[in-house]
């Protein structure tokens, strides 16, 4: 199974950028499809983004479509969440997710996760 690390979270006025990595052990990273879902305080955890194992196909929730983008190097063993125009609601802990599969599993499929980082938008 996949280890996942991730990193890059912090807190950022309202408009703001971040970028988050997910660093995964593993010589068959590349046989996996990746996932980012985030959780708020008395909220249930929620999909992010994801995308295929190749990097060719992607996925996003509506809540973050147009402002947040998934891209992967699979030479690095790492996938990377660009936020940008962040607003308050997108406050939560974010965490990375892995799938083995060659297409892009639905969020419920995701099996391995992160421990998570903190992502903290001020308004």
């Known amino acids: 199974q996949v280890q996942l690390v991730e990193s890059g979270g912090g807190l950022v006025q309202a408009g703001g950028s971040l970028r988050l990595s997910c660093a995964a052990s593993?010589?068959?990273?590349?046989?996996?499809?990746m996932g980012w879902f985030r959780q708020a305080p008395g909220k249930e955890r929620e999909f992010v983004a994801a995308i295929s194992w190749t990097g060719g196909n992607t996925a996003y929730a509506d809540s973050v479509k147009g402002r947040f983008t998934l891209s992967r190097d699979n030479v690095k063993n790492t996938v990377y969440l660009q936020m940008n125009s962040l607003k308050p609601e997108d406050t939560a802990v974010y965490y990375c997710?892995?799938?083995?599969?060659?297409?892009?599993?639905?969020?419920?499929?995701?099996?391995?996760w992160g421990q998570g980082t903190q992502v903290t938008v001020s308004s």
């Open positions: 997710a892995a799938r083995l599969s060659y297409g892009l599993p639905s969020p419920s499929q995701f099996d391995s």
């Open positions: 593993g010589r068959t990273f590349r046989s996996y499809a």
